[in-house]
């Protein structure tokens, strides 16, 4: 099996920024497409990015364009989320998700999920 672990998240005021990651078990990376999710206190979850296996193809949720930059590095077995100007409705438990597939999905049709990790951007 996959095993997912987000790390970077924290504590961050309105216009910050924070690189999270995500590290994948096992030695077949590059086969799977990965996504970010985020779910806040109360509300669904949602989308937020996601990138091919081979890292040429990115897709964003549209909120979050412009600030947010995915990308993996395939050799550490890590994917990214680049988040900038950071905005106080970005505070959410993000997670990160894999599918052996190469192509990503914007639905929650992913085999892999981490853990989480909470980002909180205050006021």
């Known amino acids: 099996q996959v095993q997912l672990v987000e790390s970077g998240g924290g504590l961050v005021q309105a216009g910050g920024s924070l690189r999270l990651s995500c590290v994948a078990s096992?030695?077949?990376?590059?086969?799977?497409?990965m996504g970010w999710f985020r779910q806040a206190p109360g509300k669904e979850r949602e989308f937020v990015a996601a990138i091919s296996w081979s890292g040429g193809s990115t897709y964003n949720l549209d909120s979050v364009k412009g600030r947010f930059t995915i990308s993996r590095d395939n050799a550490k077995n890590t994917v990214y989320l680049q988040m900038n100007s950071l905005k106080p409705e970005d505070t959410a438990i993000y997670y990160c998700a894999a599918r052996p597939l190469a192509l990503p999905t914007m639905t929650f049709d992913y085999d892999y999920w981490g853990q989480g990790t909470q980002v909180t951007v205050s006021s």
């Open positions: 096992g030695r077949t990376f590059s086969s799977y497409a």
